[in-house]
């Protein structure tokens, strides 16, 4: 069992940055990928990074590449996304997932309720 909570979200302009955390707690929390999805409105939720369980392997969107940066610390249990260079198209709803780098949501068991990035021009 694992549950997870996003924080960071909020409001920037376009070119700001925003970083995000996703606490987790349940003792299989290093056993598992961790994972950044996002859902915009009226679009599907879509991979945005992701992390390998010891951080040694990172994996990126290529709408993200050189601008978004994912890690995690362990021994707080936690995995933070950081978003630069922010643009509009940003605007999401963002979570974090614990399972498989990049695979269909559906197969996730795991999931935060999200934390909400807005991004003005």
């Known amino acids: 069992q694992v549950h997870l909570v996003e924080s960071g979200g909020g409001l920037v302009q376009a070119g700001g940055s925003l970083r995000l955390s996703c606490v987790a707690s349940?003792?299989?929390?290093?056993?598992?990928?961790m994972n950044w999805f996002r859902q915009a409105p009226g679009k599907e939720r879509e991979f945005v990074a992701g992390i390998s369980w010891s951080g040694s392997r990172t994996y990126y969107a290529d709408s993200v590449k050189g601008r978004f940066t994912i890690s995690r610390d362990n021994a707080k249990n936690t995995v933070y996304l950081q978003m630069n260079s922010l643009k509009p198209d940003d605007t999401a709803v963002y979570y974090c997932a614990a399972g498989q780098i990049a695979g269909p949501t559906s197969s996730y068991n795991y999931w935060g309720q999200g934390t909400q990035v807005t991004v003005s021009s």
């Open positions: 349940g003792r299989t929390f290093t056993n598992y990928p």
